[in-house]
């Protein structure tokens, strides 16, 4: 690797490490470091991982049983490959995009004396870090159960090393190819907002699908674990080999008098060194994959990240201009921005989508809710159904963080609201009614669906109208609370603010704790006492918020006012 | 229209602007002149009410910017040296949002939104977004929103950057346009040579200290601007 590779790729990495740690770090207004945030940075990081390291070794053990059990250890490695792969694929694939093709300084080393190729190997090597920590938070806990399941023998373990480099490998360069070919897409597709948002819908409701039904999928896999093997083994040839190469716990009869039938699997713990040659194949595929598309790459990179596509002009027909007063204009303003980002909506947008889903839930199961409740709870003297119809839809809009980065999405256009007549609390309240304004259409829909499907009464169904509305006020403002106290206007890209920044983790943690706390104390008594009656549940939820949104307000036109003018 | 008196302006330990005390009557375009960081834009960014500073005073039309700022800001438009704009809404949009603001109503706003993108030659670029538009129309699009509401300050940071020639002269034309009715123009600049044919008056500033000011003849005497700035600057450094 040359030197100039080497210096791009520790460019980049520390670049990115360090504008990581800075934006979840946080700053005051007055732009001081918010200490706080390197600890709790180190706790997320660690959660995460070691969430998703446990998961995996829980799984692998209890497949990798299954597998030794049926006598087709060889398939655990494959399995493991595969989805350690489509895992690393899912993470990566967007970023593929921004890190090759879209890098802001691309233009600019590409003017000095630099390869192209040069340019795009240093991003790849960069991709391939980032996928290797990604693939390897599965794998690595898949070798370990491996060892504590089957053993290994040294060139079984020399297998499995290999597999933790190769895997990442083949990622790198499957999404490096995807993110071209999604670029090109997206950019012939006139409204590709749309086209982002449904296909980030689409792998939302896929995602809650599979996470939903995995208990299920799971216990299918280990019931079928024989026939899947047979199955992979007949159709899968160098998942096959690779398996042999890197498993102990299944020796074929023979080799040569392939394929084998069901019959003839067996499970004896042997291994012959002539079965690890079955990790050439998917090497040779994944060099040869990779070297394809680097070539492809290179040879095109300087077109890939010159091209501009010519934007059909829109053509301008001078119209009467309509007056709107201020609140309602800078109102617009936000709506506009929140939905000129894809991004932006499918982050903040998740109220919305789980207001829905807990609508269709009822519009479907609705029935079973209302025999359930009275049956779980038979002290409770007053009907449940408002309280918890209405707690759930509360509790969803507090998945609404679309206000926590809206302080510091105004970065460099800061100037058009400091410097025109508007008073702070204009622009406060407009970025603050945001919320409600992206929660409402599903809780109306969940409120609709609720009054027919679950015979409510008026007073219900009032609630479940009203306590979703207060809930996504008290969230919006909060939002715009901890922004204030937390904005970041050093960004280059908005995703960065939308996804990673302090005031937007803080701002959900503290809505769901301050949600959580009305409807412990109104359920609770609801359901356990016999003089408790639902009027006296609803009133202490909407006391609750409205007095949290007061205080907010409050905390607006006193504090906030002055932050805003610092800023 | 404008008048600060003994502003001091501190980053941190950094003094940005030293007592500085200008007047720009209605009527005038003053050029404020100054080599990189000698302090224009913290004074002119203090003047519309984007900076907070620790003493004296700035006056638009009589009004305190510490007092009431949002009545001063009634008054003024500013533009920033590099305007960034709601690039996600088109450029009618954007120059309507800020009519909103100023409450322009809709006649008032059509024509004069329409009479300066003429103007500036950007009337069939209003529809497209503004992310497609280059460095040079956002500026434009920028000047227009400055101008359309008719405020009696117009506070302006390095306005000609990015403009071609002809924009260049049609702004200019537009700023004495502006001072006839009454407006009062107060513009930084690197170009003395624009500074020294379109301003009545100017200033120069230095390591945040005000190092001359007066009419345009007083400052430069017998010489051109070039060599005043020139030797100041020297004799400051």
Same mark, same amino acid.
């Given at each position: 690797?040359?030197?100039?590779?080497?210096?791009?790729?520790? @460019?980049?990495?520390?670049?990115?490490?360090?504008?990581?740690?800075?934006?979840?770090?946080?700053?005051?207004?007055?732009?001081?470091?918010?200490?706080?945030?390197?600890?709790?940075?180190?706790?997320?990081?660690?959660?995460?991982?070691?969430?998703?390291?446990? /998961?995996?070794?829980?799984?692998?053990?209890?497949?990798?049983?299954?597998?030794?059990?049926?006598?087709?250890?060889?398939?655990?490695?494959?399995?493991?490959?595969?989805?350690?792969?489509?895992?690393?694929?899912?993470?990566?694939?967007?970023?593929?995009?921004?890190?090759?093709?879209?890098?802001?300084?691309?233009?600019?080393?590409?003017?000095?004396?630099?390869?192209?190729?040069?340019?795009?190997?240093?991003?790849?090597?960069?991709?391939?870090?980032?996928?290797?920590?990604?693939?390897?938070?599965?794998?690595?806990?898949?070798?370990?159960?491996?060892?504590?399941? /089957?053993?290994?023998?040294?060139?079984?373990?020399?297998? /499995?090393?290999?597999?933790?480099?190769?895997?990442?490998?083949?990622?790198?360069?499957?999404?490096?190819?995807?993110?071209?070919?999604?670029?090109?897409?997206?950019?012939?597709?006139?409204?590709?907002?749309?086209?982002?948002?449904?296909?980030?819908?689409?792998?939302?409701?896929?995602?809650?699908?599979?996470?939903?039904?995995?208990?299920?999928?799971?216990?299918?896999?280990?019931?079928?674990?024989?026939?899947?093997?047979?199955?992979?083994?007949?159709?899968?040839? #160098?998942?096959?080999?690779?398996?042999?190469?890197?498993?102990?716990?299944?020796?074929?009869?023979?080799?040569?008098?392939?394929?084998?039938?069901?019959?003839?699997?067996?499970?004896?713990?042997?291994?012959?060194?002539?079965?690890?040659?079955?990790?050439?194949?998917?090497?040779?595929?994944?060099?040869?994959?990779?070297?394809? #598309?680097?070539? /492809?790459?290179?040879?095109?990179?300087?077109?890939?990240?010159?091209?501009?596509?010519?934007?059909?002009?829109?053509?301008?027909?001078?119209?009467?201009?309509?007056?709107?007063?201020?609140?309602?204009?800078?109102?617009?303003?936000?709506?506009?921005?929140?939905?000129?980002?894809?991004?932006?909506?499918?982050?903040?947008?998740?109220?919305?989508?789980?207001?829905?889903?807990?609508?269709?839930?009822?519009?479907?199961?609705?029935?079973?809710?209302?025999?359930?409740?009275?049956?779980?709870?038979?002290?409770?003297?007053?009907?449940?159904?408002?309280?918890?119809?209405?707690?759930?839809?509360?509790?969803?809009?507090?998945?609404?963080?679309?206000?926590?980065?809206?302080?510091?999405?105004?970065?460099?256009?800061?100037? @058009?609201?400091?410097?025109?007549?508007?008073?702070?609390?204009?622009?406060?309240?407009?970025?603050?009614?945001?919320?409600?304004?992206?929660?409402?259409?599903?809780?109306?829909?969940?409120?609709?669906?609720?009054?027919?499907?679950?015979?409510?009464?008026?007073?219900?169904?009032?609630?479940?109208?009203?306590?979703?509305?207060?809930?996504?006020?008290?969230?919006?403002?909060?939002?715009?609370?901890?922004?204030?106290?937390?904005?970041?206007?050093?960004?280059?890209?908005?995703?960065?603010?939308?996804?990673?920044?302090?005031?937007?983790?803080?701002?959900?943690?503290?809505?769901?704790?301050?949600?959580?706390?009305?409807?412990?104390?109104?359920?609770?008594?609801?359901?356990?006492?016999?003089?408790?009656?639902?009027?006296?549940?609803?009133?202490?939820?909407?006391?609750?918020?409205?007095?949290?949104?007061?205080?907010? @307000?409050?905390?607006?036109?006193?504090?906030?006012?002055?932050?805003?003018?610092?800023? | 229209?404008?008048?600060?008196?003994?502003?001091?302006?501190?980053?941190?330990?950094?003094?940005?602007?030293?007592?500085?005390?200008?007047?720009?009557?209605?009527?005038?375009?003053?050029?404020?002149?100054?080599?990189?960081?000698?302090?224009?834009?913290?004074?002119?960014?203090?003047?519309?009410?984007?900076?907070?500073?620790?003493?004296?005073?700035?006056?638009?039309?009589?009004?305190?910017?510490?007092?009431?700022?949002?009545?001063?800001?009634?008054?003024?438009?500013?533009?920033?040296?590099?305007?960034?704009?709601?690039?996600?809404?088109?450029?009618?949009?954007?120059?309507?949002?800020?009519?909103?603001?100023?409450?322009?109503?809709?006649?008032?706003?059509?024509?004069?939104?329409?009479?300066?993108?003429?103007?500036?030659?950007?009337?069939?670029?209003?529809?497209?977004?503004?992310?497609?538009?280059?460095?040079?129309?956002?500026?434009?699009?920028?000047?227009?929103?400055?101008?359309?509401?008719?405020?009696?300050?117009?506070?302006?940071?390095?306005?000609?950057?990015?403009?071609?020639?002809?924009?260049?002269?049609?702004?200019?034309?537009?700023?004495?346009?502006?001072?006839?009715?009454?407006?009062?123009?107060?513009?930084?600049?690197?170009?003395?040579?624009?500074?020294?044919?379109?301003?009545?008056?100017?200033?120069?500033?230095?390591?945040?200290?005000?190092?001359?000011?007066?009419?345009?003849?007083?400052?430069?005497?017998?010489?051109?601007?070039?060599?005043?700035?020139?030797?100041?600057?020297?004799?400051?450094?």
């Amino acid at each position: 690797m040359s030197n100039t590779v080497s210096e791009l790729v520790k @460019i980049k990495i520390t670049g990115d490490i360090s504008s990581m740690i800075s934006f979840m770090r946080g700053r005051n207004a007055k732009g001081q470091s918010f200490n706080i945030g390197t600890a709790f940075i180190l706790a997320v990081v660690v959660i995460a991982f070691g969430f998703m390291m446990v /998961f995996s070794f829980g799984i692998s053990t209890v497949v990798g049983f299954q597998m030794k059990e049926k006598g087709c250890g060889w398939l655990y490695f494959p399995m493991a490959f595969v989805a350690s792969g489509i895992f690393s694929f899912i993470g990566t694939v967007f970023a593929a995009q921004s890190y090759l093709y879209e890098a802001k300084d691309n233009e600019l080393l590409m003017s000095m004396p630099i390869k192209p190729a040069d340019i795009l190997l240093s991003r790849m090597i960069a991709l391939y870090l980032l996928n290797f920590i990604y693939a390897n938070m599965l794998f690595l806990p898949v070798g370990v159960a491996h060892g504590l399941l /089957f053993g290994y023998s040294l060139l079984t373990f020399l297998g /499995f090393v290999i597999s933790m480099f190769l895997i990442p490998l083949l990622v790198t360069a499957l999404s490096s190819i995807f993110g071209y070919l999604f670029g090109r897409l997206i950019k012939l597709i006139p409204s590709k907002n749309f086209l982002t948002v449904v296909l980030g819908l689409f792998t939302i409701l896929a995602l809650s699908f599979i996470t939903l039904n995995f208990g299920h999928i799971l216990q299918t896999l280990m019931n079928d674990i024989d026939k899947v093997a047979y199955w992979a083994q007949s159709n899968l040839h #160098v998942l096959y080999w690779y398996g042999l190469a890197t498993n102990c716990y299944y020796t074929p009869v023979n080799l040569n008098n392939y394929p084998l039938t069901y019959n003839d699997i067996h499970f004896n713990g042997s291994y012959s060194p002539i079965n690890f040659v079955g990790i050439i194949p998917i090497t040779t595929i994944t060099a040869a994959v990779v070297y394809a #598309v680097s070539i /492809f790459l290179s040879r095109h990179f300087t077109g890939i990240v010159t091209r501009k596509t010519a934007m059909k002009k829109k053509k301008y027909v001078r119209k009467k201009l309509k007056k709107t007063n201020i609140q309602l204009a800078l109102i617009k303003k936000e709506v506009g921005y929140f939905f000129s980002m894809p991004a932006y909506v499918m982050n903040a947008g998740m109220s919305t989508i789980m207001a829905v889903l807990l609508g269709v839930g009822i519009l479907l199961r609705g029935s079973i809710i209302v025999e359930w409740l009275p049956r779980m709870f038979p002290d409770a003297s007053t009907n449940l159904i408002g309280l918890a119809v209405g707690s759930s839809l509360a509790l969803s809009c507090t998945l609404n963080d679309v206000t926590a980065p809206t302080i510091s999405l105004e970065g460099k256009t800061i100037w @058009i609201l400091k410097s025109t007549p508007l008073g702070a609390m204009k622009v406060f309240f407009a970025k603050a009614l945001l919320a409600p304004i992206v929660c409402l259409p599903g809780v109306i829909f969940t409120a609709f669906a609720s009054a027919l499907t679950l015979k409510l009464k008026a007073a219900d169904i009032l609630f479940i109208i009203f306590i979703p509305i207060l809930a996504c006020l008290f969230s919006g403002f909060l939002g715009v609370c901890v922004n204030l106290k937390l904005p970041r206007f050093d960004w280059t890209n908005e995703i960065t603010v939308i996804k990673q920044s302090l005031s937007v983790i803080f701002t959900l943690l503290l809505s769901m704790f301050f949600t959580a706390i009305p409807f412990t104390l109104a359920i609770v008594p609801s359901a356990y006492l016999e003089d408790f009656s639902s009027v006296w549940a609803y009133g202490i939820c909407i006391v609750y918020f409205a007095a949290l949104v007061l205080l907010e @307000i409050f905390f607006l036109s006193t504090d906030g006012k002055k932050i805003w003018n610092e800023l | 229209m404008l008048k600060i008196e003994h502003l001091t302006k501190r980053y941190g330990d950094k003094l940005a602007v030293d007592d500085l005390s200008i007047e720009i009557k209605s009527g005038e375009i003053y050029g404020f002149i100054g080599h990189n960081g000698a302090g224009k834009t913290t004074t002119i960014k203090c003047s519309c009410g984007l900076l907070e500073f620790e003493s004296g005073e700035i006056y638009v039309d009589g009004i305190s910017i510490k007092d009431d700022p949002i009545e001063c800001k009634r008054r003024l438009s500013y533009l920033p040296d590099n305007p960034d704009l709601y690039d996600f809404m088109p450029g009618i949009k954007y120059l309507n949002f800020v009519a909103d603001i100023y409450g322009m109503e809709v006649e008032e706003r059509d024509k004069q939104i329409h009479k300066l993108a003429d103007m500036f030659g950007i009337t069939k670029d209003l529809a497209q977004p503004i992310n497609s538009y280059s460095h040079g129309m956002k500026q434009k699009l920028a000047l227009i929103s400055a101008f359309m509401h008719k405020p009696k300050l117009v506070l302006l940071d390095e306005p000609f950057v990015g403009l071609d020639p002809v924009a260049a002269h049609r702004m200019k034309e537009e700023m004495k346009e502006a001072c006839k009715d009454g407006a009062a123009v107060f513009f930084s600049t690197h170009v003395l040579e624009v500074a020294e044919k379109l301003c009545d008056k100017i200033a120069i500033i230095s390591g945040g200290k005000l190092i001359a000011s007066g009419t345009t003849d007083e400052v430069r005497g017998n010489v051109s601007l070039e060599e005043v700035f020139l030797e100041l600057e020297e004799k400051n450094v």
